[in-house]
């Protein structure tokens, strides 16, 4: 019987093998990386709101503290949007008149809530607690970025697990004083391992501990 | 129910016989089904997960079934692909005063029963109420709950709920209505004031008639007051299937007056129950729980415990506590209580009791004796005034009162009227004379639950105008010219007293969420006026307390939920002296006698659409979303009746037919029907479920008649029982006796005292010390660890239904419940040991996941979503879970419940509410356990971490341990000497369920130990001599 294949089809199936693996990789790899792009996880994608509500202006310029608006931070899992009544106690000495106001001030008359898209959302199967986190040494911006740069809100990382281990793994590396908790100017400096470690000994933090499951799902 | 089914239901009962023949030693069996080996028993024990195979509807092929899941897995894998939705944040305008967005708040609040007020701290989640606990400084609560009080929270968000005013069955509206009534009963005005037409009220109102149940509200007293002032005519009627008639008699009898008792169980040594179920959900249950197991406890110091008789007819949980409980048909318990008083000295004539209840009344008679003014005799609702009377009169004999019972004025706030049956009577013969212009329901269901001979329904066709307010539009709605949406207690502001007297401001946590109104603002409107509950309830307390001082007064009755100072005081009541005694009734010999109950779940009809309670299984026959008809293994031998076979009843000429249930320990010559279910204008979850017993109970005797017939109709689909789920090797009798480790260990405190080391020594293996499984537990962190007093333990299942209610675990359904898939995360396991057709005696365990240290499920997952903490938690992650169940077939105590199917509900709005927010609601394909609530944990975790110290003992409280009114249930740190667990752990009555498996379970149990009479039980010298001896 004559050779149903041509002696050039040795060639190809080497090639297809080696060609299907490299393939797959890429098709996993694009997946991944679609997977890990902004279009998914919207890292540095500024969300549309009702009110083109500036962190950069209030933060950087004006120099208002987190928890003026974020009031539950330390005390609640939940860090608190402003209630309208907040925007109000400056709004209704400046920029009375200012036309991107205008929802803040129709929701004060009317007494009907502001409605914010959320920037940062964990899945539900989540509980994130803010408060134990302000209060051993972990910084706003540590998680949120740099707000005091942003014109618009935008998420500063994927919020993903691996991301939350990093810091759930190896605490000393993100740790900071706790008077510096709210502030956005500290950076970590380059003894920042050793001092973590301190820091994390000193705030006692159980590092063993914060990869326990049900820390964060239940 | 197909006839497969059927043949492999049928009870052999020869074959119970067989099993139980030569037995005598302390074996235990949880169903009759396991003793005669149904197939069906077979099938749930053999397969880990009952019926798998039958998850498919008929029809499908295993090729159809292969497409589906191939398609399914495909789609499930797509769904990952989905980017998330966006969510939004809706932040308040102006933020309430106090409130910590995130932190949820607690505000103290009550629920009548029987109009008396339990207190309870509800849990408010921004502006929604999610969960009750019991206020510690209520007198009925002491910080626990009951079932009602627990799955009350459910009701209010029950879709089913009536949502809009309706006249003649048309939408309408309050105000409409209020208008109404103005005119009819005030006549009608012009705006300067010229009257156009006569109102009810101007022929003085002979008319109008104003129903509810039994009342307590000193608010809700007074508008009737106010307004029987200034309509004569009017009246006010009071009826609820569960009122105290014979008790309300029988007061009136002995002192002359109506009077409250309480009952100082903490300080009795010897109690005598006749027909009295005061462990089960009465209004005054849970103070009665804690007190009496308070008397209970056995430490090596202190074991001078109580002692519990119990006569009684059908079993209940109360007779499943007593040392020694005797089971007569209700109208012999007379009787008895005849032939004990007379022991005492008090003149009661009557013929002797039988034979075989006379050593039994001769040892009753000298213990109550010996233990003169620390005894108490108490009567049930169900049993005859005369009966009351009589532990009246022994009490007094025995100077008890005054020591353990404390009599006080009555709590009702008509206490007149508190013979409901006559008051019903009475209205229901005006309504037929015509008598009648204006009835108004003030809650309740009449038309449903009232005694049939009355026939309600027809008189109330005689009435002109009939106005019904009620949370469902229901049997009664349907009868009625005008139903009015009634608001949830969790809506409305009112008020109520307590069992003492202790007044309790109810005060809502969320506004209505359909309009309703309450009581107090219909007869607002009835008067012509427009208040608020909110006014005329604080108003009153204004008038009461005066204008001084009234803002601090009325805040601090907030607070604490409870009004200071209102507690009724203690009086001298003294049984008079001529009172003489009716001639006994005579007996028949061998008639058969029906009796009635309240159903254990859903109590007298109320709750039939609180899916919770529907499917929360009875406590001793363990069927859920059912009533039967319940009879005992003699008469079930006699009449050739198994289980699930359909009956007709015959009492007093009306028939009702129902669905058979065996109970053990019945009496032969009694057949028990549960009030409560066939609802014909029930809502989704009461629909279709069980008969109704009301159509066969009639005024005159409401709780027991002689005289019935029962005959068997044919065989009934099955049943949904929890008795045979679920099932643990060793559970079972022939594994019992083979390695003589019951996973109940049950003693008396006479052989534990003699030797302590009595249930240390049943576990006869010696611990391993070798393990293959690695210990992640770390010894610096704290190690959580929980307790469960058996000998405290009631089974009244209340930790079930707060378990619910704090995790977010669905309701299934009858048909899932009949599979074994019901989803509790606690089941309580109830084992009886003896004799089913003589005095069998009944043991509770509950038993959730033990957190095995060495924990078979987490080795056999393949995605590693069960795995240990380091603080010795066996964590369950649902997002991980992909459903294999291979942790649950690995789990030797059989705790994992898989969703089956979409259980949860997460589309109907308003049921979202009830859902804690710090649990996850599951979907299909998990698997979920108990977690020992480690969201409470974290919270106390954290806590603490922030002020730089340990958890504190007591700071954390697992939800089933806050509801259990008994407090059976300790958690805490095991590595921490002081704490309640630990110590609990180093006692001698603390043993581990399976502990030869070596699993090393953080859940340890304690043994129960009862008190029983020399008299009547010969207790072994030597403690383990009544053992079998062990195998090595």
Not at chain 2, 284 to 298: I, L, Q, S
Not at chain 2, 486 to 510: C, K, N, R
Not at chain 2, 619 to 630: F, M, Y
Request: hydrophobic residues 35%; aromatic residues 8%.
């Amino acid at each position: 019987m004559a050779q149903v294949f041509p002696s050039s089809m040795n060639t190809m199936a080497r090639v297809s093998i080696v060609g299907g693996a490299i393939l797959l990789n890429v098709l996993l790899g694009g997946a991944m990386a679609f997977y890990r792009s902004p279009f998914v996880t919207n890292v540095n994608v500024a969300k549309e709101q009702e009110v083109p509500f500036s962190h950069k202006h209030h933060v950087a310029g004006l120099g208002i503290d987190c928890r003026y608006c974020h009031t539950s931070v330390d005390t609640s899992p939940f860090a608190g949007i402003p209630p309208t009544e907040t925007c109000m106690t400056c709004h209704s000495q400046v920029w009375t008149e200012a036309p991107i106001l205008e929802p803040v001030r129709n929701s004060w008359d009317t007494g009907t809530p502001l409605v914010w898209n959320r920037v940062t959302d964990l899945p539900d199967f989540v509980y994130f607690n803010h408060s134990i986190h302000v209060n051993k040494g972990i910084g706003c911006t540590t998680c949120h970025g740099q707000v005091d740069q942003m014109p618009l809100m935008s998420k500063a990382n994927t919020f993903h697990m691996a991301w939350c281990l990093q810091c759930h793994k190896s605490p000393e590396k993100f740790i900071r004083p706790k008077d510096q908790v709210y502030s956005v100017e500290w950076k970590p400096g380059s003894n920042q391992l050793d001092e973590g470690k301190k820091l994390v000994e000193e705030y006692g933090v159980r590092v063993e501990q914060l990869t326990n499951c049900s820390v964060c799902h239940r | 129910m197909n006839t497969y089914e059927n043949t492999k239901n049928r009870l052999d009962l020869a074959a119970v016989r067989e099993a139980m023949a030569g037995r005598t030693g302390r074996e235990y069996w949880q169903s009759l089904e396991e003793l005669a080996e149904t197939p069906s028993f077979r099938g749930f024990m053999d397969r880990e997960f009952p019926r798998e195979a039958s998850v498919m509807p008929d029809g499908v092929d295993r090729r159809a079934f292969m497409k589906v899941m191939g398609a399914s897995l495909a789609l499930a894998g797509l769904t990952a692909c989905s980017r998330q939705p966006n969510e939004q944040i809706i932040p308040y305008v102006k933020p309430p005063v106090e409130l910590v967005p995130g932190v949820p708040m607690y505000f103290a609040t009550a629920m009548t029963s029987r109009g008396r007020a339990i207190g309870l701290l509800a849990e408010n989640q921004m502006g929604r109420p999610s969960k009750l606990e019991g206020n510690p400084n209520h007198p009925a609560s002491l910080g626990s709950t009951d079932i009602f009080s627990q799955a009350s929270i459910l009701s209010l968000y029950d879709p089913d709920r009536s949502t809009v005013a309706r006249k003649l069955g048309s939408i309408s509206t309050w105000d409409t209505f209020a208008k109404w009534i103005d005119i009819l009963v005030n006549g009608e005005k012009l705006a300067d004031g010229t009257k156009i037409s006569q109102g009810l009220k101007d022929t003085s109102g002979a008319g109008i008639r104003i129903l509810t149940e039994t009342v307590t509200s000193p608010t809700l007293r007074s508008q009737l007051e106010q307004l029987q002032a200034g309509i004569p005519g009017l009246r006010w009627h009071q009826y609820e299937p569960g009122g105290s008639d014979s008790a309300v008699r029988a007061a009136r009898l002995a002192f002359g007056q109506p009077v409250g008792i309480q009952y100082l169980f903490d300080k009795a040594d010897v109690v005598l129950s006749l027909d009295s179920d005061f462990l089960a959900p009465t209004p005054e249950n849970v103070r009665h729980t804690r007190d009496f197991t308070a008397k209970r406890r056995v430490t090596p110091e202190q074991h001078a415990v109580s002692r519990l008789y119990c006569a009684e007819g059908t079993p209940t949980l109360t007779g499943a506590m007593a040392d020694h409980a005797v089971h007569v048909p209700p109208s012999q318990i007379e009787g008895i209580a005849r032939a004990i008083a007379r022991k005492l000295g008090v003149d009661a004539p009557g013929p002797e009791v039988d034979e075989s209840r006379r050593k039994w009344v001769d040892a009753v008679a000298a213990d109550l004796l010996q233990h003169a003014g620390t005894g108490i005799v108490l009567a049930g609702d169900s049993q005859p005034s005369l009966v009351h009377i009589l532990a009246h009169r022994i009490n007094e004999k025995l100077g008890n009162a005054g020591q353990t019972i404390v009599y006080t004025d009555a709590v009702e706030a008509d206490p007149q009227a508190a013979d409901q049956t006559e008051s019903l009577k009475t209205l229901v013969r005006d309504m037929q004379d015509g008598k009648v212009e204006l009835l108004i329901i003030l809650g309740g269901n009449p038309v449903y639950y009232a005694p049939v001979d009355l026939d309600f329904a027809a008189a109330l066709d005689k009435v002109a105008h009939r106005v019904h307010l009620g949370l469902y539009y229901d049997e009664t709605a349907e009868c009625c010219h005008w139903h009015l949406p009634e608001a949830h207690y969790l809506e409305t502001w009112s008020d109520a007293l307590t069992f003492d007297g202790t007044a309790t401001v109810i005060q809502p946590l969320i506004a209505p969420l359909y309009n309703g109104k309450s009581a107090h603002e219909l007869l607002a409107a009835l008067a012509g006026q427009g208040n608020t509950g909110h006014t005329l309830v604080r108003e009153y307390w204004k008038k009461r307390h005066g204008d001084l001082g009234f803002d601090a007064f009325w805040k601090t009755a907030l607070a604490k939920g409870v009004v200071e100072g209102t507690a009724l005081p203690p009086k001298d009541l003294k049984v008079r002296a001529d009172l003489a005694l009716s001639a006994p009734t005579p007996a028949t010999e061998g008639a058969l006698e029906v009796a009635f109950c309240f159903d254990s779940t859903i109590g007298d009809g109320r709750w039939a659409n609180n899916g919770w309670l529907q499917e929360l299984p009875k406590p001793l026959t363990k069927l859920t979303w059912d009533n039967a008809v319940i009879v005992g293994l003699p008469l079930a031998e006699r009449l050739d009746l198994s289980i699930f076979d359909i009956v007709e009843v015959t009492v007093g000429g009306r028939k009702v037919q129902g669905q058979v249930w065996i109970q053990p320990g019945q009496p032969e010559n009694l057949v028990t029907l549960s009030l409560g279910y066939g609802r014909t204008m029930a809502c989704k979850v009461a629909a279709g479920a069980g008969y109704n017993a009301y159509s066969v109970r009639t005024s005159d005797k409401p709780w027991f008649a002689q005289g019935a017939e029962l005959k068997r109709i044919g065989s009934g689909p099955e049943m949904a029982r929890t008795e045979v789920h679920h099932l643990v090797r060793g559970q079972r009798l022939e594994a019992q006796t083979e390695h003589g480790r019951p996973l109940v260990r049950v003693g008396s405190v006479q052989e534990y005292v003699a030797d302590p080391q009595l249930f240390a020594r049943e576990d006869h293996l010696p611990p391993h010390e070798f393990s293959m499984f690695t210990s992640p537990t770390n010894e610096h962190q704290q190690q959580w660890g929980m307790t469960i007093d058996l000998n405290a333990c009631t089974g009244c299942g209340v930790c079930m239904v707060a378990c619910q209610a704090e995790n977010n675990i669905p309701v299934v359904g009858k048909d899932q419940v009949r599979r074994g898939r019901e989803m509790h995360w606690i089941r309580v396991d109830r084992y009886y040991q003896g004799d089913p057709a003589g005095d069998p005696r009944a043991v509770h365990q509950p038993v959730a996941c033990v957190h095995c240290e060495k924990a078979p499920c987490e080795v056999v997952c393949p995605v590693g979503a069960t795995v240990h903490s380091n603080e010795g938690l066996n964590d369950m992650i649902y997002n991980r879970c992909v459903g294999t169940r291979y942790c649950s077939n690995n789990c030797p105590y059989k705790v994992r419940r898989f969703n089956f199917l979409q259980y949860s509900d997460q589309k109907t709005p308003v049921k979202q509410m009830v859902y804690n927010p710090d649990v996850t609601v599951r979907s299909r394909g998990v698997m979920e356990k108990c977690t020992y609530c480690v969201q409470r944990i974290n919270l106390a975790r954290i806590a603490a971490k922030k002020e730089d110290r340990k958890v504190r003992d007591g700071e954390i409280i697992t939800a089933c341990q806050a509801a259990c009114p008994a407090a059976a249930i300790a958690f805490g740190d095991i590595t921490d000497a002081s704490s309640q667990v630990a110590k609990n752990r180093t006692d001698l009555r603390n043993y581990t369920l399976l502990d030869d498996l070596n699993t090393r379970p953080r859940t340890t149990y304690m043994a129960k130990l009862r008190n029983p009479n020399p008299e009547l039980e010969a207790i072994p010298t030597n403690g383990s001599s009544s053992k079998k001896p062990r195998e090595h």
